[in-house]
């Protein structure tokens, strides 16, 4: 039986609020393993690959992390996915999209979202589609380009210390060196992860997961109408 459009309407903007929910709070959730993993990579640091920070984390740590979100970003679209499926078969009718992906409904969805009508008649679910001018869809994802090269520096005041000091108080600083390399990392992961950017920035993992959610609900919406 065809549910009516405002039945229908008001179950696809449920499940887009719910999701954003799951990815809002499974993001996180994962950061401590990376965080493991990372800190890890630090641990097996030699006094030569402090020195030489930028060219270790551009061969070792920015590789490694930027794996790790593809490989979450595919899980997480996988999911989004199989709910939108779900979701649609029980409001519209599993026939109404069968020929469409979820990547396919997305963009569509960002073509609705920055073009001059009102989005599927709620302008106010038309904001934060797009990045630096230019809509972030597929896996355009934070660590492509650039990688984690701020905190290549963020460590350096210690770098004299491991050259001019005895092997005591060489260890520790480079205990203290790697703690403080951690911390830094840790905050710009969870930057790269989680926070929203701008002035043409890459987007964050969870703004791009967003950003398509956000573009699949707008295109239900459409097709509802």
């Known amino acids: 039986m065809q549910l009516p459009e405002e039945v229908v309407r008001s179950e696809i903007l449920d499940w887009w609020e719910d999701e954003r929910m799951k990815i809002a709070l499974t993001i996180p ?4 393993a990376l ?9 097996e ?3 030569k690959d402090l020195l030489r920070r930028a060219k270790y984390q551009t061969e070792q740590i920015d590789p490694f992390v930027t794996n790790w979100i593809e490989r979450l970003y595919k899980e997480l679209t996988h999911e989004l996915d199989e709910s939108f499926r779900v979701s649609a078969r029980e409001a519209e009718g599993a026939a109404k999209y069968q020929n469409w992906s979820y990547g396919e409904m997305a963009t569509a969805g960002a073509a609705i979202a920055v073009s001059a009508a009102p989005a599927a008649g709620i302008p106010f679910f038309a904001g934060g589609l797009t ?3 230019t809509v972030v869809f597929g896996l355009t994802l934070p660590f492509t380009g650039g990688g984690l090269a701020t905190v290549a520096v963020a460590a350096a005041a210690g770098s004299a210390v491991l050259l001019a000091a005895g092997p005591a108080v060489r260890s520790k600083a480079v205990s203290k060196l790697k703690s403080n390399l951690k911390s830094s990392m840790h905050e710009e992961i969870a930057k790269r992860l989680l926070v929203d950017t701008k002035d043409g920035k890459p987007a964050s993992l969870k703004q791009v997961l967003f950003n398509e959610l956000q573009g699949v609900a707008l295109k239900r919406l459409e097709m509802a109408a």
């Open 35 to 43: 965080f493991y993993q990372v800190d890890k990579l630090v641990d």
């Open 45 to 47: 640091m030699t006094v």
């Open 29 to 32: 959730d994962r950061l401590p």
């Open 131 to 133: 990045a630096a001018g």
